[in-house]
């Protein structure tokens, strides 16, 4: 069964920094395009991220140059490295594998 599970949320100042976790299992992470996407109250889930099978790395919109995605292939996990943290960044954070979610993590900038 294959399934993803994230982590690494919380509370964080503005300026601040967190590194989101994703361990998938059931498949193998690295054969696979891994995306993380953010949902913000009163929004739209939507993409921040991606990861592909040859390591290459796309982003969407203000969060290029602050988040880094990466993968562990030996623990089979993606990651989001979030620098230089704003308040628009506020958000629950999903990893996905296409149609396979993880249960979502809570980002919260603030100060």
């Known amino acids: 069964q294959v399934q993803l599970a994230e982590s690494g949320g919380g509370l964080v100042q503005p300026g601040g920094s967190l590194r989101l976790s994703c361990v998938g299992s059931g498949f193998i992470l690295s054969q696979s395009t891994m995306y993380w996407y953010r949902q913000a109250p009163g929004e739209q889930r939507a993409l921040v991220a991606s990861?592909?099978?040859?390591?290459?790395?796309t982003y969407i919109g203000n969060v290029k140059g602050r988040f880094t995605i990466s993968r562990d292939d030996e623990k089979n996990t993606v990651y989001l490295q979030m620098n230089s943290l704003k308040s628009e960044d506020t958000a629950v954070y999903y990893c996905s594998r296409g149609t396979v979610w993880g249960q979502g993590t809570q980002v919260t900038v603030s100060s």
């Open positions: 990861i592909n099978s040859r390591g290459i790395t």
